[in-house]
């Protein structure tokens, strides 16, 4: 057989093919769970960093584990998945992924009202907060996962809220696709700093009235990012969706209700002991 003929030709570059495929899906099945590793790692740090509480100098697992505390709940109830709720749904609690979850229809409900979140037609069903606490165990900040579409991608990120569940503390993307300089500013550390101390609702508690708005003004305002008015206008979208009712809005009222009983008690306590003493 020829050494140039068409049949030696193709057998050589098969027999390559094959190979390269081999050692591809090897490489990608080895590496699998360092890049699992590392995207939980990576996902650890942006909720040390949005809540300003981030240590270079120490290992990032550690920091994540002694200070938060993380929570899968059911939106539309805002309360905490149990494990007999777990077991029901068939979750695991371990492995669950809110972002896979949002694309199942199992596991998943329609974005109601419709447009509220515009170009994504689905949300999950479940989904984790991140509890940041004090040294003395109490409730420092909340984190909660948020996202939305942009100019060109869907943004990923977190939202830090004080302890009240009304106060911003910090917002960060760590995914996204927006045009750099423009709204790929979104990473800028001195427009993710205009957040922090910014009021999320209005007046009743309840309607989160925080936006991104040019020549923003006010407790309730971002300035918008220059040259990137979708870029702003889908922050806006994402924040008040996911603070409002069909979002983490029932989490936070259960949170704010229970905050609520417990300082009644503390009164009611209190009042007890002066009457006794």
């Known amino acids: 057989m020829q050494r140039d003929s068409v049949k030696q030709t ?6 390559l093919c094959l190979v390269c495929s081999v050692l591809v899906s090897t490489a990608a099945v080895v590496l699998r769970p360092t ?4 995207k939980t790692l990576d996902i650890q740090k942006n909720i ?15 920091q994540y584990s002694s200070q938060v505390e993380r929570q899968l709940i059911w939106l539309d109830k805002g309360t905490v998945v149990t494990e007999e709720d777990a077991k029901y749904e068939k979750l695991d609690l371990r492995t669950y992924d809110a972002r896979k979850a949002s694309k199942l229809p199992e596991l998943s409900d329609p974005v109601e009202p419709q447009g509220a979140l515009p170009q994504i037609s689905r949300r999950e069903r479940f989904a984790f907060v991140y509890l ?15 996202y939305g579409k942009g100019l060109w991608s869907t943004l990923y990120g977190f939202l830090a809220l004080d302890a009240d569940t009304e106060t911003i503390r910090g917002i960060t993307f760590y995914e996204h696709g927006e045009t750099p300089g423009l709204g790929g500013e979104v990473d800028n550390p001195d427009w993710k700093a205009l957040w922090d101390g910014k009021e999320a609702f209005g007046d009743d508690g309840k309607t989160p ?15 918008a990012l220059s040259g990137a008015t979708i870029t702003s206008n889908g922050v806006t979208s994402l924040v008040q969706y996911w603070l409002g009712p069909d979002g983490f809005g029932p989490y936070l009222a259960r ?3 229970a905050d609520s009983q417990t300082a009644d008690s503390s009164q009611s306590t209190s009042n007890e002991g002066e009457t006794n003493g």
């Not at 193709?10 to 027999?15: G, L, N, P």
């Not at 890049?35 to 590392?38: F, T």
């Not at 009235?209 to 300035?223: F, L, P, R």
């Open 35 to 38: 890049q699992q590793e590392n």
């Open 255 to 257: 949170v704010r209700s």
């Open 10 to 15: 193709f057998i050589v570059a098969s027999c």
């Open 48 to 62: 040390l960093k949005v809540a300003g509480v981030y240590d270079e100098g120490r290992p990032v697992s550690g």
């Open 209 to 223: 009235v925080i936006e991104v708005a040019k020549g923003a003004s006010g407790e309730h305002q971002i300035d």
């Open 132 to 146: 940041l606490k004090k040294d003395d165990g109490s409730l420092d900040q909340i984190i909660l996962p948020v």
